[in-house]
């Protein structure tokens, strides 16, 4: 009897200066990622990257034995201790609940420290993110009818928000980096 292949170890770390080539590789693996950022080489992945890193943004990879595979981003407003979420998931990982557990242990560990209000929004065509948003314990807030233009058409866009008092997601959570807990709950700037 062949014993089963250990189960893939999924985990959330810092986004790293060195991760541009697992970025790169991620926008190049379905056409959807294009809406994600302007990456079409290294040097516009290590842009991305240094854009992810900055001052007032949160940046957590997913990672696969400690390749970064997706991403869980947070565009931090400091004066209202609230955040704009935003996730992508290399197309070789999606499917899996993946995305879903990342947003939600990131959501989830936010709302407990340094913020009150967490807002996300999605093309309504796709249906997909949103469900990552209601399994992560967001609510519908309202449609912003034709926000983004897509191939020369406008799309709406559904958007949904968390605050502080809403209950957590109840999803098990990935492991986390320990390098995500040295710095205090308050600073938004940590990793």
Known sequence: MTPE???????????????????????RSAPDMARQGEVADLGSARR???????????????TCDDAMVGLVGVTVDVANRSGWVFYWMHADHRGRGLTT???ATVCDRLLAGALDRLELGHRVDNPASGGVAVAAGFVVEGRERGKFLVDGERVDVLTYGRLVGDPASGLPPLEVDAALDRAPASDTRRP
């Open 101 to 103: 557990r990342a947003v």
């Open 48 to 62: 991305y990257v240094a854009w992810l890193r900055a001052d007032r943004r949160l940046a957590y990879a997913v």
């Open 5 to 27: 292949p250990a189960p893939t170890a999924y985990r959330l770390r810092p986004v790293l200066e060195d991760d541009a080539a697992a970025v790169l590789a991620a926008f």
